[in-house]
């Protein structure tokens, strides 16, 4: 059986201008969303990436129309008529559970796999069912599935989070727009792609304050004051913040058009840390580098904090920088995996429970290597670039999940990086 790899060229510099696409974290719950609007809403600036075909198979298995027109989406969701969405979907991609919130707001019940653990840690769901149970939903498990009804309808209530989690505060705040009465999330996740979500709803006709603070309030409103809207995602952060670490590890100038700047401060900030410099506009930024890069302390945390979704990416330069840097990963319990592929290209790590102490090293090694997740997939090309000699990356498909025509926009920065079909007795 053929496989598909990624073949990267080392010794090389990545150079130029590359347009961030619409962000991947953000338009998924903006599909989910419609559900709530009964009819046609167009999102554009949707991501060309396989989660979104996920996702728009979730929607299809309720009833809904999704199709798409270049970078937007119209999900038509004024016949969906079925609530459950099956193992199949929800094991390709987690996200698949955002669309919990919106059905119990819409129909008051719900059908939908249980999420199982997932390589990056367990990954639990609680925080979403005690707030949504505080909102007046019950939940069974059956046979795998979480059944959701909701017996005396959805009532405003006062949840304070645990954790300021991205998925539950979503989950929670698309179930209770249309409950009976104020809303108050506490301990709400504050990242771009809630406000980006609460602007959806709002342009639904929502009433939500709040969004991108850690109190959201949400007065209730009924049903049929909801509607179809149109609306652009935000820029995806985390490909900027990708493309940006390219350009500190090489050198650059990089610069990325798309995106706010004030959703990446504290990745700036580590970057100039390590001793680039940064050049932002309203909504671009530039990176280059011309000293060493110096090594940084970073530890993950909920937005504003620094994103761990750009921990692969952040320790690859650690791993380049002259002297000793210390990762720390607060967020989830088993994101280090990128790591061992790192030190098969020669990368000296040695990790501590949640923490990576990572010694630079004059030179990294081509060699054959996995993508074991989404983020550590885009990471481990961009190692490809700078190493000396050739790495072939396998198990793409993880990159394809969240990173619009990667091979591509690196080729435009100047990248020697290609995709082709090798046959597996050739594979690691
Ligand atoms: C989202 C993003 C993901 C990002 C993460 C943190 C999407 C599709 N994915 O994931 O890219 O890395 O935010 O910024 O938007 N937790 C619980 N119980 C819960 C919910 C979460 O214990 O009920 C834990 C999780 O296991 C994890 C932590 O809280 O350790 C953060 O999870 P959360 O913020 O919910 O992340 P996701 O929404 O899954």
Redesign the pocket.
């Known amino acids: 059986m053929a496989e598909e790899i990624i073949i990267v060229q080392g010794n090389n510099t990545l150079s130029g201008e590359v347009a961030v696409s619409g962000a991947?974290?953000?338009a998924?719950?903006l599909i989910a969303a419609a559900i709530l609007g009964q009819g046609a809403s167009s999102i554009h600036n949707v991501p060309l990436i396989s989660?979104i075909e996920v996702m728009s198979e979730v929607l299809r298995r309720l009833g809904a129309t999704v199709t798409r027109d270049g970078h937007t989406l119209t999900v038509d969701t004024s016949a969906v008529n079925n609530h459950e969405t099956p193992y199949e979907l929800v094991s390709k991609?987690?996200?698949s559970i955002?669309v919990l919130g919106p059905l119990v707001g819409r129909f008051g019940c719900a059908r939908v796999a249980m999420p199982g653990g997932c390589q990056?840690?367990?990954?639990?769901?609680?925080?979403?069912?005690?707030g949504l149970e505080a909102l007046g939903v019950e939940f069974v498990i059956d046979h795998g599935f979480l059944e959701a009804t909701t017996p005396n309808g959805l009532r405003g209530t006062h949840v304070v989070l645990?954790?300021?989690?991205?998925?539950?505060?979503?989950n929670l705040l698309m179930a209770s727009v249309v409950a009976d009465g104020r809303t108050i999330i506490e301990n709400a996740?504050c990242?771009p792609?809630i406000v980006d979500l609460v602007n959806m709803l709002v342009a639904m006709g929502a009433k939500v304050t709040g969004a991108g603070t850690s109190i959201i309030e949400v007065e209730g409103v009924s049903l049929d004051a909801l509607h179809p809207c149109e609306h652009t995602t935000v820029g995806d952060r985390?490909e900027a913040g990708t493309f940006l670490a390219g350009g500190a590890l090489t050198g650059g100038p990089v610069t990325v058009r798309g995106i706010d700047p004030s959703y990446l401060r504290v990745a700036l900030m580590k970057l100039q840390a390590m001793g680039c410099e940064i050049e932002c506009g309203k909504d671009w930024i530039t990176v280059r580098r011309s000293g060493k890069l110096v090594p940084i302390d970073i530890q993950t945390l909920?937005?504003p904090g620094f994103?761990?979704?750009l921990q692969a990416q952040f320790m690859l330069l650690a791993a380049c920088a002259e002297g000793m840097s210390v990762i720390t990963e607060n967020?989830?319990?088993n994101r280090f995996m990128f790591a061992s592929e790192l030190m098969r290209m020669g990368a000296d790590i040695t990790i501590e429970d949640h923490h990576a102490l990572v010694r630079g090293v004059e030179r990294l090694q081509g060699a054959d290597v996995s993508s074991t997740d989404?983020?550590a997939g885009a990471a481990i090309v961009l190692a490809g670039i700078v190493a000396e000699g050739e790495t072939r990356v396998h198990t793409i498909g993880h990159i394809d999940r969240g990173y619009e025509d990667y091979v591509g926009k690196l080729v435009s920065l100047g990248a020697d990086v290609v995709r082709t079909q090798i046959n597996d007795t050739t594979t690691l």
Do not use: Q, Y
Request: charged letters at 30%.
């Open positions: 991947k974290n953000s998924l719950k989660d991609m987690r996200a955002s990056i840690g367990a990954r639990k769901i609680d925080m979403h069912l005690v645990d954790f300021p989690s991205v998925g539950a505060t979503e996740a990242e792609e985390i909920p937005h994103p761990t979704d967020v989830f319990e989404l983020r």
